[in-house]
């Protein structure tokens, strides 16, 4: 059964595994279930996915539940008027807060604006060395993404040089080995942890946050930082 965060008449969000896909995907082939499947089946109704998240990515996923609110969504997002917030552990220490303005190339050629805000909520040193460093350091950050690219968050900050752990194209091959090897730790440490946007009906602001799924919240032990005050919302008793 899929965690259902919020729902009423109109709209459904769910807190997506990591690891499954949104819906069928020529490039996944390898997939054998679907959040859209999955969530229709559970609730035995046509569902519209109002906007995508990547396979790796857990968290907050928002689904219409009609073609009228779908399409007044779908504007939302096109128009960057949905508030997203993204948890990431990333390798080394990142500024205090930051701007990311680097713009990221479509698939189809296209080159597009992009822009992604940060803040860094705590940082780390473990006593592990890797290859020249004795130690290795790591941060936790909340990223706002103010426009929707492809990849955005994980392009963003492979070009700072702090990549998400775990991320497989944009990330570091000796770190995701370190953590595949010494916590058999695999999953993209990437959450949404909340989106807000503006009821199609009600025209009232809604707010939906997903809880930290087993393995960031794993890590999030291992890096000492399960009594950070800011991340309280996203750790469930």
């Known amino acids: ?13 769910i807190n997506k595994p990591h690891g499954l896909l949104v819906h069928r995907s020529r490039i996944a082939k390898d997939a ?14 046509t569902v519209y996915p109002a906007h995508r998240i990547d396979r790796k990515t857990g968290g907050v996923l928002l689904f219409a539940l009609n073609q009228r609110v779908l399409s007044n969504l ?23 807060s930051g701007k990311i303005d680097y713009a990221l190339e479509n698939d ?15 940082q780390t040193e473990l006593n592990v060395p890797l290859r020249k460093h004795a130690t290795s350091r790591y ?3 909340l990223a706002k993404p ?16 702090h990549p998400i752990i775990g991320d497989r ?22 959450h949404a942890a909340s989106l807000a946007f503006t009821h199609p009906s009600s025209n009232k602001k809604v707010l939906v946050e997903a809880s930290l799924q087993s393995e960031f919240r794993r890590m999030i032990h291992l890096m000492g930082w399960s009594d950070l005050e800011e991340i309280q919302t996203f750790l469930p008793s």
């Not at 054998?32 to 109704?45: C, I, N, P, S, V």
């Open 108 to 122: 189809n050629g296209k080159v597009q604006e992009a822009f992604t805000q940060y803040t860094t909520l705590a």
């Open 169 to 190: 194209p944009h990330g570091c091959n000796k770190q995701n080995r370190l953590f595949k090897e010494r916590w058999q730790m695999t999953t993209m440490l990437l």
């Open 32 to 45: 054998q279930e679907f959040a859209l499947q999955l969530l229709r089946d559970q609730l035995g109704q």
């Open 74 to 96: 779908q504007i939302q997002f096109m128009e960057n008027n949905v508030d997203k917030q993204y948890l990431a552990i990333v390798r080394g220490y990142t500024d205090k």
């Open 139 to 141: 941060s936790l950050v």
């Open 1 to 13: 059964m899929l965690s259902i965060l919020y729902q009423d008449t109109d709209v459904v969000a």
């Open 146 to 161: 103010h426009t929707g690219r492809y990849h955005q968050i994980r392009k963003h900050f492979k070009h700072i040089f």
